[in-house]
C-alpha cells in the first residue's frame, strides 16, 4: 500500500496466496449475504498477538519469532533494515471487537472491518521492547513493508477502538511465554 492507514476500501495487491485466500473468504461471506440475506460481517485482523503465540511457525507473527529466539539466548532476526512498520493489536483487543461485532443490532451486509491498532511501530521498536541482539539479514522477497490499520469504520459501527497499547501488551505476551516455556 502507498496510501496510510489502510483503509477497508483500498486497492488490494496481493504478494501472497495467503492474503488472496482472506480475499476469497470475504467475498463469500458477501456472497452468501447477498445470496441468502445472512448477515455478515468480516473482522479483517492486523498482526494479533498475546498469550498462546504461534512460536514455531515459519510464517508466525514476529513477537512470537523474537520470544522464541530470546528464550534461546540467540539474536532476534530482523529481515531487512527493521525499519517496517505493523500495526499490531492485543488478543484482548481482538475479541472484545468479536464480542461487538457479534452482538451487534446493525443487520450487516457483508461488511468488511479492520481491527487492529491505529498506530504502527517498527520492528526496531519490537526489538527494542523483547530485548538482546539484533542480526539483520536481506529482506524477503515478498515481505510487507509497512500496515496501519484505518480504524474509523471500527469505531463507528462496532464502537470499538484497541485498549492495550505495544508495550503493554508485549510485556503480557512475555510473562505468559517464559511462564510456559518448555
Not at 473468504?25 to 498482526?47: D, H, S, W
Not at 443490532?105 to 511501530?121: C, Y
Amino acid at each position: 500500500q502507498k496510501d496510510f492507514p489502510i483503509k477497508e476500501t483500498a486497492a488490494l495487491n496481493f504478494k501472497s496466496p495467503y492474503a488472496l485466500h482472506k480475499l476469497i473468504g470475504e467475498q463469500y461471506a458477501k456472497m452468501f449475504t447477498e445470496l441468502y440475506r445472512l448477515p455478515v460481517i468480516c473482522l479483517r485482523y492486523f498482526n494479533v498477538y498475546g498469550p498462546r503465540i504461534d512460536i514455531g511457525s515459519d510464517y508466525g507473527l514476529v513477537i512470537g519469532k523474537f520470544l522464541k529466539l530470546h528464550s534461546q539466548r540467540l539474536p532476534l532476526t530482523v529481515f531487512g533494515d527493521g525499519n517496517q512498520t505493523r500495526s499490531f493489536c492485543y488478543i484482548d483487543d481482538v475479541v472484545e471487537a468479536n464480542i461487538k461485532a457479534s452482538e451487534s443490532d446493525m443487520l450487516f451486509g457483508g461488511e468488511t472491518i479492520n481491527i487492529g491498532h491505529e498506530k504502527s511501530f517498527s520492528i526496531n521498536n519490537l526489538a527494542e521492547l523483547i530485548g538482546g541482539q539484533v542480526e539483520y539479514l536481506p529482506e524477503r522477497l515478498g515481505d510487507i513493508l509497512y500496515t496501519q490499520a484505518d480504524i474509523s469504520l471500527a469505531k463507528k459501527l462496532l464502537n470499538w477502538e484497541p485498549k492495550v497499547n505495544l508495550k503493554d501488551g508485549v510485556e503480557k505476551t512475555k510473562q505468559w511465554f517464559y511462564g510456559n516455556a518448555k
